[in-house]
């Protein structure tokens, strides 16, 4: 056997210690890209969240409210005009 070819001698002579990678990202911003890389399902759920919580009032108290509920059904009853 050459010494090119020596495998077992080269691992021996190996060192035994892992890689060790520092973790740069801390904070909030390193916590939330590590929970959306993890979990991506959570991106739908924070973008619902975000449009209900933004169009959810404008939609329930709009200045039409009585107006398009009234339009919308005949039934509506709202105690006269």
Same mark, same amino acid.
């Given at each position: 056997?050459?010494?090119?070819?020596?495998y077992e001698k080269a691992v021996s002579d190996a060192s035994d210690e892992v890689a060790d990678f520092d973790d740069h990202r801390k904070g909030f911003v390193g916590r939330l890209q590590h929970a959306l890389h993890v979990t991506p399902a959570l991106v739908p759920l924070i973008v619902l969240v975000f449009a209900i919580a933004?169009? &959810?009032?404008?939609?329930?108290? &709009?200045p039409n409210c009585r107006r398009s509920c009234r339009s919308a059904n005949p039934y509506y009853l709202d105690g006269g005009d």
């Open positions: 056997m050459s010494s090119s070819q020596d933004l169009f &959810g009032p404008y939609f329930a108290t &709009g």
